[in-house]
Every structure is written in C-alpha cells, then in structure tokens.
C-alpha cells in the first residue's frame, strides 16, 4: 500500500520582530549612506524623478549604442509602462473625483432649476 505524504500547513504570514517595518528587512544589508537615501525615496510620490531619468537613459542608449535597437526598445517599453501606470486612476484620486464631479452635477441642477433629487424646484 503507497504512503500518503501529509505536509504541514504553511502560515500565510511570516514572523515579524517587535518594532520592524515592512522596509526594515533590506534595511541591514545597506551602508549608512543608503539608508538615508532610503527614507528619502520612501517619502517620494509618483514616478517623475524616475521617468526623467529612464529618458535620459533612452537618450544615453541612442547616443552611446545606436545599433543596439533591442536596448532601446526594452527602455522605451519600461518609459510606456511607467507612464501608462502614472495616469491610472489611484482609488484616492477616484474618491477626488467623485466629490468633484458631485459637485458639477448639482450646479448643473441649480442652474437648470432642479433640485437635490433632481426634480424641478418648485418655488
């Protein structure tokens, strides 16, 4: 008769120290140079910096290596991504415009004389 293996269950979650942060795990591995680097990117929003400078690597790419063409794309593609990523709605940015776009209908109300509910006023 054939042994039936039994595995134990894995936990989903990994053990944290007290008082570690999600970051604090490649904090050890770097110099004291690049940990104050680091809590400076961490306070960084969006990706401007980092598009700015994958253009200037595109640029770069085409000046140092013109005939490496497959170089470039990959670069160009990573930009593509980036930007497409920049402009996805984030859900702080839906609930902005949400309330902004309230906003606009119930002045379109007013000024076509409905209500709240979007009755017509009675005066």
């Known amino acids: 008769m054939p042994k039936t293996i039994v595995r134990p269950k894995r936990s989903k979650q990994l053990p944290v120290a007290a008082g570690d942060r999600a970051g604090d795990f490649y904090e050890a591995a770097l110099g004291e140079t690049e940990r104050l680097l ?11 910096e980092e598009m700015a400078l994958l253009r200037l690597k595109l640029r ?23 930007v497409a990523t920049q402009y996805r709605v984030s859900k702080e940015a839906e609930g902005d415009l949400a309330a902004s776009l309230a906003g606009v209908l119930k002045g379109v109300g007013g000024v076509l004389g409905l209500g709240e509910d979007g009755d017509a006023a009675t005066s």
């Not at 000046?63 to 490496?68: G, I, M, T, Y």
């Open 38 to 48: 680091l809590e400076q990117a961490r306070d960084q929003r969006g990706l401007a």
């Open 60 to 82: 770069a790419s085409a000046e140092e290596h013109p005939e490496d063409l497959t170089r470039f794309l990959r670069l160009l593609e990573l930009l593509t991504r980036m």
